[in-house]
Every structure is written in C-alpha cells, then in structure tokens.
C-alpha cells in the first residue's frame, strides 16, 4: 500500500470490496480517480446525469443484493446526485456515493464547483463523512460499505477533495475497522421470540406484513416457511412486493393506499398482525387509527427507531428479520402445535370471493391493467420489474404478480419519477441474464429518459414500457377527485413522440394499440439486444382502483 | 402517538468529538420536528470524545423517539436520559445589572451574596454578576435583577452529570 495516491487508493480499496461495476460522470473534481480507473479492471458505467448514477447504483443494489457505488464530480455533481440518495435512503437500499470535492485550500471560500455536499446531504444518508488526509482514504472507505450494508442498510457519501486523491499514501491500512457509535444488533431476543410465538399460537386470525426488511435481510423462504407451518396468510407493502410469491394460495397482495381488496379488508379482521421488516409509512397504514384496529401487533425491524415511530407496538423484536422468523419457526416446531384456521381461511375465501363479484371490466379499450397483466406470462419468473412513480407504479404493484424477492422494484419512500428507468439500467448490470422491465408513464419517463444514452452505448439492452395517457396520471386523478377536474399543471399533452424519441437515441421504439400487439412487441423486444421503449396510449381518463382516499382509513376503500 | 404529559427532560449524549457531529445532531432535532430548550457542548475526559447536554421538552414517545433517533447516528456513542432525582445539573449565567446609584450597586451585591453569585465586573452604572446553579436558580436570580434593570445577560444553557460511581461508557 505505499507509495500509491489517493486516487490509486480508492479504485484499490473498491476492488477489495468487490467493486466490479461503478455508475458515475467524470468532472474536474475527480479527474485523478478517473484516470486510475482508466486501467483498472472495474467497469465504469458513464450515465447522462448524475441523479442517474445512483439511481442506477440503488437498482444494482437491489436487484444483485451487493452495495451498488456511484460517482460525480463536485459542486452541481454531487448536488444532482442529491435526489438519488434521498431514495435510496428512504428504501434502505446500500449504495456507496463517492463525490469528488475543491482541493482542501479552498474549501469554504465558494470555490468553482464546491457545494457542502456533506452538509447537503446530512439528512439523507446513514453516514456521511469528508476525507481530509489521504491516509483516511482505505479505512473510510472501507468504513462506508460496512454501514451502508450492514444493520438497517441505507446509503454512504465519501466525499474527497482533489488534492486528497493527487497526495501520496505511505502508511499501511489498518485491518480492522472500530466504530464505538455503530453496534447493529441482529439477534432477536430470545423472550420476546417466545411471547411472539404464544400471541401466534393462539391468535384466531392472525396475518403476516411483509415489508423491504424482509428482502433485505434475505428472508424469503424463512417468512414463507413460517406462513404456511401456521397457515397464516401474508399481506406486503410495496417495498415487500416479492417477498413471498404472489400466486401463493397465503398471498393476499399490498396493504395500502392502492392495496389490494383483500388485504385492506382482512387486515382490518386480523387479531395478531406479525409485521416484519415494515416502517408502517402512511401509504401503508391509511389514517392510523384505523389500521388493524383489533390486532396486537408484533414488530420486527432491525432499526429500533421504527419501533413505535407510527404506530403503537404490543411486542418489539429488534433484530434481522430473517433470524427472527428462523427462531419463530423453530419454536413453534418444537411445540407441536397445530392450528385451527378454517373459520380464517373460509373468510378470506369469502373475501376473495366477494372481490370476484364487484369487479367489472366496463372498458372494453386498451387499459393499463390489461398491459401490465399480460406481462406475467411474457416473462420467466425471475424476470425484474421496475416501476417510475404513480399510476403506472400502482398498476404495477397491483396487477404484476412477483413471484420472487428482488423482482419488483420501485421507489416506495420518496417516490421519484424517473427512478425506474436507471434503476432498471442498474437491475440489468447486475442481473445481466434475466429481462428487466420499467413499468413507466410519460411523465416519469421523460424525467431521465437521457439515460437511452447510456443503455445504448453501454449496451445495458432493458424494455421501457410507457403507460402513455397523456397526464400525470395520479395527479390528474387526484384533480378528478379531490379538485373538480381542473387539470392544473398536469397535462402533458402527448409530447415527445416516444418511438422518435427511441429511435434518436439508437434504441428501439414501437406503438402499440392492442394487448396482442403489445405482446408481439414485447417478446421481439425480449429478444433483442437494443433496449426497446414500447408506448401504449391509454385513455387519460382512467384512475387506479382500489383506493383508500388521503387522510382516510382501511375500511374507507373506494372501488371504482 | 401523541401523550399528553408533556416534561423536560436532560438527555446526555457522549458523541465523537470531532466537525459537524453537532451540525448532525442538530440537524436530526430540526428535521424530526423535536425542540432544544437547550444544548450544552464540551470535550470530556477523552480528548476523542465530547459530553452534549441537550435538554428537551416532550411527552414520553418523543423522548424515546429521541433517544433512538440520536442512538442511530454513527458519531454518537451513546445516549441516556439523566433523571431528575439522580443527577447533578448546573448552569452558569453572567447578568450586566444596571446600577443607578451607590444604593442599588451595594443591594445587587447583596442579592448576588446571597445566591454564592460573585461580582466579576463593575463599572459606574453597572456590575457584572456571575451565578451558577441548577435552572430554577437561575431563573430566580434574573427574576430578581429585573427589579434592577437588566443590561445584557448570557447563560450557558445546562450541563449536567448522573449522581453516584456509575458512569456513561460507550
């Protein structure tokens, strides 16, 4: 380790960590990191803006389960990186953002490019920190992907300023990182494991939340095992989409808002909801008091800040998810015990089957539900969905079956239009052998369709599948119904044209005015090695049901 | 979430001590929407580490919330909450009395005698009075130099340790 710089000691601190892939731009601040990485054997992904770099290193992270890393240059680059981390902090999601910074002489004398991206970007990051001396530079580093993955995972900011990454290293990096003020706690403490299992054992109608923890702490198969061993069934919020199967006979689909009709109707009859993994946003709960009002409620998280945050707890367990429901099933196994749930599941039936008869399909036209449901059969199970932000977000995740963790994904927290393009740029580095679909609206995908660019050039071939109304769809619908359909800055008024659009960038792009058309678009787009942006005009008219209305409760669903 | 005792409460935060771990931390109570009634700083017995004093008021889930919230941040070490019966806090305060005559300069020393204040600056028409003591003291005492006319005055905000052997450890 001596006698290298510090440009030369990030890319060899970052390959230690198993970097092989980076999302960044190259800018005066880190000119030196990036002629290092002109050598290396790390791949830099050149994206067209900023925001995208770590929007695409959040959807690598979430799609491959790795810390994804991200890199701009400072003053607007690390400013335009600012609403990327923000997503990713509020979805949890490990990324690594390093930014170049104004060499040390000048810092706080507003010098070309310097913006106090430590100070910006304070609230939104799980740790952020500025490498004043280049002997920092191996063990900071390393420092950032033990918190960004480790405990509650979120995103990393190094920032380190040019003169850093052009000085001279000579001491040797310490092996060991200590952190006194960091100490995640993972194992469930073993009393409140078995206080949960005895509310389990005899809750009449009990139902699991699954929420991105769950994901996260890869505890799929554990959350299914525990479900079926004590036929419980298992609602998700958005982040929990995939958690568990969708086509599973337990599954009732997302809790909230844009739930589903069962799970907003039978958690409101549940009496234990063992909630794992889950922050219980107000997209989930709908005006709390009125969220399972008759349930004791168990929450696992491993943040114990989440615990009693929004809503009131009857038993905490601070721990990792996917631990938790290990000693959950293993307790419960060793008891023997056998539960009763034919009363449960006749009801859940009942529900199901009222759903059955109040639905009506009174469009006999292209809708956005019949796209996105056609998309399940286009796809092999471990295909990746990603999703821009609103109507096209909630068409998704009401229609798209997952069958498979780290198969939908979308910015829950923030909700960032124009999340799911890169994101899926990113899902497809990292999972360069499945299709990997962005479910998007107009108005989404002209927030960073920029990034064709980059998925041409770089050859990162994905499907962009533009719900076209026209609108800012869930805008419009709230204008429809909130605001006596006056339509205040939300008409987009079908511009661009989305296959000149494609096609300018050197991608591909097809309209399509039927089901079937669609599908034979989207297999040749499967097939093709060019990313393909198919566009779908749907009637701007067309609103997202089921719906819990702001500010009201579960029982409040609307249906049409 | 909202209770309705609402009470002041000393937090005692052992911290890193090094820039912007206060920016942090006062960042995470404005964000959060929590209030400082008032935060003291300083260097501990560990040159590496600074002792923050941050009194708060709020009902019982806020506190707790605070707690966990300061808890989360990586350059905070560790968090308790010092309860009033079991800890020593003070506070300083530095108070220009006007003095309009001999009468009134001899009745503020006076009064400052009284409260173990010391005069640390006179000046014709006014002193310079330094009391510490624990927050009630202090109110009291510019309560009672308000019969004077107060010229200026600072105070520090309190600081504060638990009573007995225990100590906070990361």
Not at chain 1, 369 to 392: F, M
Not at chain 2, 27 to 54: L, P, Y
Not at chain 2, 64 to 79: D, F, G, R
Request: aromatic fraction near 6%; charged fraction near 20%.
């Amino acid at each position: 380790m001596t006698n290298m710089t510090g440009a030369q000691a990030i890319v060899d601190t970052l390959k230690k960590e198993g970097v092989t892939h980076l999302f960044g731009i190259s800018g005066g601040a880190v000119l030196p990191l990036y002629d290092v990485l002109y050598d290396a054997d790390i791949r830099n992904i050149l994206a067209r803006h900023e925001q995208c770099v770590a929007h695409m290193a959040d959807g690598y992270a979430r799609a491959g389960g790795r810390p994804g890393v991200c890199v701009s240059t400072s003053g607007p680059g690390a400013t335009n990186m600012v609403t990327g981390i923000a997503n990713a902090y509020m979805d949890s999601s490990p990324i690594v953002a390093i930014t170049g910074q104004a060499p040390r002489a000048v810092i706080g004398k507003d010098a070309f490019q310097e913006a106090d991206i430590v100070g910006i970007t304070t609230p939104i990051t799980k740790y952020v920190t500025q490498v004043e001396n280049v002997e920092e530079i191996p063990k900071t580093l390393r420092t950032a992907f033990y918190i960004a993955t480790t405990g509650r995972p979120g995103p990393v900011l190094v920032d380190i300023p040019k003169d850093v990454q052009t000085s001279v290293i000579t001491r040797q990096v310490p092996a060991s990182i200590k952190l006194r003020g960091y100490k995640p706690r993972d194992d469930p403490h073993p009393i409140q494991v078995k206080r949960a299992v005895d509310m389990l054992v005899t809750a009449e109608r009990p139902m699991m939340l699954a929420g991105g923890g769950i994901i996260l702490s890869h505890a799929s198969q554990d959350a299914l095992k525990l479900a079926e061993l004590m036929t419980i069934p298992v609602a998700t919020t958005l982040m929990g989409k995939g958690s568990i199967p969708e086509t599973h006979p337990l599954s009732l689909g997302m809790v909230g808002m844009h739930g589903t009709y069962e799970a907003n109707k039978l958690i409101l009859d549940a009496d234990v909801l063992l909630a794992v993994g889950v922050r219980f946003s107000d997209r989930t709960t709908g005006r709390v008091d009125g969220f399972c009002p008759d349930a004791q409620i168990i929450h696992v998280d491993i943040d114990s800040a989440e615990i009693g945050k929004n809503v009131m707890i009857d038993l905490p367990i601070v721990a990792d998810a996917r631990k938790t429901l290990r000693e959950l099933y293993t307790l419960v196994v060793r008891k023997a015990v056998t539960n009763e749930r034919s009363p449960w599941l006749s009801r859940i039936q009942q529900v199901r089957d009222q759903y059955v008869s109040e639905q009506r399909d009174d469009n006999p036209g292209l809708t956005a539900p019949k796209i996105v449901g056609a998309l399940r059969d286009l796809l092999p199970r471990h295909a990746i969905i990603t999703t821009e932000v609103g109507q096209n977000q909630m068409w998704a995740a009401l229609h798209f079956k997952a069958l498979a963790p780290r198969t939908f994904i979308s910015s829950g927290g923030l909700g960032t239009m124009g999340f799911g393009f890169p994101a899926a740029l990113g899902a497809k580095v990292a999972k360069p052998n499945v299709p990997v679909v962005d479910i998007a609206g107009d108005g989404s995908f002209i927030m960073t369709e920029q990034e064709l660019a980059t998925s041409v050039i770089e050859e990162i071939p994905v499907i962009v599948v533009v719900l076209n109304n026209s609108m800012l769809g869930m805008v419009a619908q709230w204008q429809r119904m909130f605001y006596n359909r006056r339509y205040a800055g939300s008409k987009l008024k079908n511009s661009p044209d989305f296959v000149k659009l494609a096609e300018a960038f050197g991608a591909q792009g097809i309209r399509v005015g039927s089901v079937d058309e669609f599908s034979r678009a989207f297999q040749d787009a499967v097939a093709s090695d060019v990313t393909t942006v198919i566009t779908v005009p749907i009637s701007p008219e067309e609103d997202v049901f089921p719906m819990i209305p702001a500010g009201k409760a579960l029982k409040d669903m609307v249906l049409r | 979430m909202e209770g309705n005792n609402v009470q002041s409460y000393v937090i005692s935060a052992i911290v890193e001590h090094k820039p912007g771990v206060l920016y942090e931390v006062a960042n995470m109570f404005r964000r959060r929407g929590f209030n400082i009634d008032s935060i003291t700083v300083g260097r501990t017995e560990h040159k590496d580490q600074a002792r923050m004093t941050i009194t708060v008021s709020g009902d019982v889930y806020t506190i707790e919330q605070i707690i966990k919230q300061l808890n989360k941040l990586i350059n905070v070490i560790k968090v308790i909450i010092l309860e009033s019966g079991s800890m020593v806090s003070r506070e300083l305060v530095l108070v220009k009395i006007h003095t309009a005559d001999s009468k009134a300069r001899s009745d503020a020393i006076q009064y400052t005698n009284i409260f173990r204040g010391r005069v640390v600056d006179v000046a014709p028409d006014s002193v310079i009075v330094e009391v510490t003591g624990d927050s009630e003291k202090i109110d009291a005492f510019i309560d009672l130099s308000r019969s004077f006319g107060i010229k200026e005055l600072a105070r520090t905000g309190a600081t504060a340790l638990g009573r007995g052997g225990k100590v906070i450890r990361e």
